[in-house]
């Protein structure tokens, strides 16, 4: 009998192997601390993680609907005291393995962007390799530094809600953000990667959009 334990916020799994040894695994990140039993083993790849792990459950969405997540985001980016804006992390089976708010306010980070923070924190849980399978959503256009986190990332796709263009509008000169103007298509085209771009996506220009209402006026 297996038995799921919850230590630090992260699901382990136990199983008594004889009277001193158990099997254990780290559901969330599919990490086997000791391996004793092929049979086991494949046990949990294939009946226990399905259950536990989201991650495995999930079929590619919509471009809108993984954008109306990342728009969710922007505003809980807004309502904490930063920049309303805000990106996920979606690896090739559909699946949301990070959701990043802009943070250049709080944490007092000059580059705490959306994107350019989450292209960090995946460098640092991800291969390169794996990456370059990943889509990275962003309720706005991605900025120079954005594009160049990305591309330094190894992300191979990118998904926008709007231009950077229409955020130049809302934003105009506003200090906090004086925006480029300068689309990530052609900072991708200086580079030596097939980064594709998709955006902006029409269904959801006007919904990201609106999250800026009021704040930059
Ligand atoms: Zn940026």
Redo the contacts with the bound molecule.
């Keep these: 009998m297996a038995v799921l334990k919850a230590v630090s916020g992260q699901l382990f799994l136990y199983k008594k192997i004889d009277k001193t040894k158990y099997f254990v695994i780290n559901v969330e990140k599919n990490y086997i601390h000791e391996r004793k039993s092929v049979i086991l083993y494949s046990y949990i790849q294939k009946k226990v993680l399905p259950l536990f792990s989201r991650r495995r459950i999930m079929s590619y969405q919509s471009h809108e609907y993984y954008l109306r997540r990342a728009i969710e985001v922007s505003k809980e980016a807004r309502a904490a005291g930063n920049t309303p804006f805000g990106a996920l992390l979606v690896d090739k089976e559909g699946n949301i393995l990070m959701e990043q708010p802009n943070i250049e306010i709080t944490e007092k980070i000059c580059t705490g962007?959306a994107?350019?923070t989450l292209a960090a924190r995946a460098s640092h849980e991800y291969s390169r390799e794996f990456l370059w399978d990943c889509t990275l959503y962003t309720t706005a256009e991605?900025?120079a530094?954005?594009a160049g986190a990305i591309y330094w990332a190894n992300i191979g796709r990118v998904v926008y809600g709007m231009t950077e263009r229409r955020l130049l509008e809302l934003t105009g000169s506003n200090e906090q953000n004086p925006t480029f103007d300068l689309p990530c298509r052609e900072v991708f085209a200086r580079g030596q990667k097939d980064i594709q771009v998709v955006g902006p996506v029409k269904e959801v220009e006007v919904e990201a959009a609106k999250v800026h209402e009021g704040f930059w006026d």
């Design positions: 962007h994107e350019a991605p900025c530094m954005c």
